[in-house]
């Protein structure tokens, strides 16, 4: 029977290396994921991602680095460090001299000044093919130079981290590589700079537990291996089935360690917009006294609201489901928004969104309370009601806030924070009283807007500002009406009677002295008009940072202090 095979080409993705026999080794290579045979054209073309199983193959340094890099932008930094043997263990100056020869690497990381989209950056990145990238002294004295040359020059730093942890060879010696990275860290940090790490496959051990976890921000790639002990060291050592995806990097997403997962066709894209956000300068003067549109809804905010509503009736308007949410008003205002997610510590809470984003070319920090739209979106939003790990979310975007210079901007809209026995377990109360402590001090302007219901305690962690504004529809209370009416009054029917005597409404609020603007809506606030609400709004928001043109860091937090103080 004659052999049919040789009459087909060799391009199907889903071929074994046995069914293509005759094709020249190096033109198909096997996906580390399915196993399966791949065309390695088509391989390098898809971003070293198997284009089968979308599987991500592990690369070389200098290949990672070209992916973002400007092309023949990059000037390699601290080559020919000599290594040392401080065990004077048995083979190893030789193992190391081998793998020199072999990879045309003088240790497992690559680090140097390049540019990414015309943007200066001081980068590096770790290789695997070295010892699996383990950390030993060449390798911290690399990544401290780095950080240090990179606060003398005032550059933010890339960093692509992977390894399998701190190399036995060196014992001591580099276990101490992680305390004197992550002290190099801390100083560029003081010097208000911005870091980048971006964990890849697998990222463990004493790396982890140094300058990989140590970023502004933390971006992964998908499926990556992230974790401090290994997997099968913890499945050992404990004695159980570890869960599917464990330490995976969307595992790590979910526990609130990592800011977000980015696709390597999007990493070049992305780390390029976050440096241009971390290295504008926020120019608060930057605005015109005057923009288009400001007349037409100014004429049209004076026209009277075909009814007057009762505080209970604005109270059932601020609850409605058809009312905008924080992420609808932030897609109107700003642009190039960056979710950011976790508290680093425990996980990443639906109920509070945040993350950096562009008003008209100048750089904030935007937060808001979500809440969701159907019943499986409210979920996973919990209905609007935050978790303690949602505020020390917010805490610690507001602190990036301040390290950048960026002024802070959050949208309330919640019931009251979420009440349950995880959440006092994880100290809700404590979690509030932080971010009431820390927001009063902060260096940068804050601006709170209440969007739908400002519900107590809960609503409060967000809304220390320099200035806070409500709808007109909105609401802000010590606690819901129906409470207030069944604590005080023994009554809960009594809620419409409570809602005018707590004054809750935004006019009421005005006049009390515990807001400073109200946002008129004409008619209730909704999809149709959103758009025509978010122009003036816009407007305000300008108005409002083009005031704190001039000011210090110091009178931000005074300001602050004082109108607390007169309340």
């Known amino acids: 029977m004659p052999d049919f095979k040789k009459f087909f080409k060799k391009t199907s993705v889903s071929q074994t290396e046995e069914q293509a026999p005759e094709v020249p080794k190096g033109l198909w290579v096997k996906c580390p994921k399915c196993s399966e045979m791949v065309y390695k054209e088509d391989v390098v073309e898809n971003h070293y991602v198997c284009p089968k199983c979308g599987g991500y193959f592990r690369i070389k340094a200098k290949t990672r680095m070209r992916m973002v890099m400007d092309p023949h932008s990059f000037e390699e930094w601290f080559t020919g460090i000599e290594n040392s043997n401080p065990l004077n263990y048995p083979g190893y100056p030789e193992k190391v001299k081998e793998l020199q ?48 040359e990179a606060t003398k020059r005032r550059l933010p730093v890339v960093l692509f981290c992977c390894s399998g942890g701190a190399r036995m060879q060196e014992g001591m010696v580099s276990l101490m590589q992680m305390a004197k990275t992550s002290a190099a860290i801390r100083e560029h940090s003081k010097a208000g700079l911005f870091y980048l790490s971006v964990l890849t496959d697998p990222t463990t051990g004493g790396v982890t537990a140094s300058f990989a976890m140590l970023g502004d921000i933390i971006l992964a790639e998908p499926g990556a291996l992230i974790g401090f002990a290994g997997p099968r060291v913890i499945q050992q050592t404990i004695g159980q089935k570890l869960p599917e995806g464990f330490q995976r990097a969307e595992f790590l997403l979910e526990h609130g360690m990592i800011d977000g997962i980015v696709a390597r066709e999007d990493l070049k894209s992305t780390i390029s917009n976050l440096l241009r956000l971390h290295t504008t300068q926020v120019e608060y003067g930057s605005f015109p006294d005057e923009w288009p549109g400001r007349q037409s809804f100014t004429k ?131 979690a509030i009283a932080r971010n009431l402590l820390e927001m009063s001090d902060m260096k940068v302007p804050i601006l709170a807007i209440v969007i739908g219901e400002g519900g107590s305690g809960g609503a409060l962690a967000l809304g220390v500002g320099n200035e806070v504004w409500m709808m007109e529809n909105a609401t802000y209370t010590i606690l819901s009406p129906e409470g207030f009416a069944s604590i005080l009054w023994k009554d809960s029917k009594r809620a419409d009677e409570a809602a005018e005597v707590m004054k809750v409404t935004a006019a009421q609020l005005k006049e009390l002295g515990i807001i400073e603007r109200v946002i008129p809506e004409e008619y209730p606030v909704c999809e149709d008009n959103l758009e025509e609400i978010g122009e003036y709004l816009k407007i305000q928001i300008k108005r409002f940072l083009r005031k704190q043109d001039g000011k210090t860091a110091e009178q931000f937090a005074t300001e602050r202090y004082e109108r607390f103080r007169r309340m």
């Open 101 to 148: 020869e072999k990879t045309h690497l003088d240790e497992a990381v690559r680090i140097g000044l390049a540019s990414i989209d015309g943007q200066p950056v001081v980068i590096g990145a770790l290789d695997a093919r070295f010892l699996m990238a383990s950390m030993g002294y060449v390798v911290g004295e690399k990544i401290t130079r780095a950080f240090e």
């Open 300 to 430: 049209k905010k004076n026209r009277k609201p075909k009814t007057q509503m009762s505080a209970w009736e604005r109270v059932q308007t601020a609850r409605s489901a058809k009312r905008p949410v924080a992420l609808d008003y932030i897609s109107i205002l700003f642009s190039d928004f960056m979710e950011l997610h976790g508290d680093r510590g425990f996980r990443d809470d639906g109920a509070v969104i945040g993350g950096v984003a562009y008003l008209d070319g100048q750089p904030v920090t935007v937060i808001g309370i979500q809440k969701g739209r159907s019943t499986k979106e409210n979920l996973i939003r919990n209905f609007g009601m935050p978790s303690p790990e949602g505020y020390r979310k917010a805490l610690r975007l507001m602190k990036q806030a301040e390290k950048f210079g960026r002024p802070i901007i959050t949208f309330i809209d919640t019931p009251g924070a979420f009440c349950g026995i995880e959440a006092e377990e994880r100290g809700q109360g404590e």
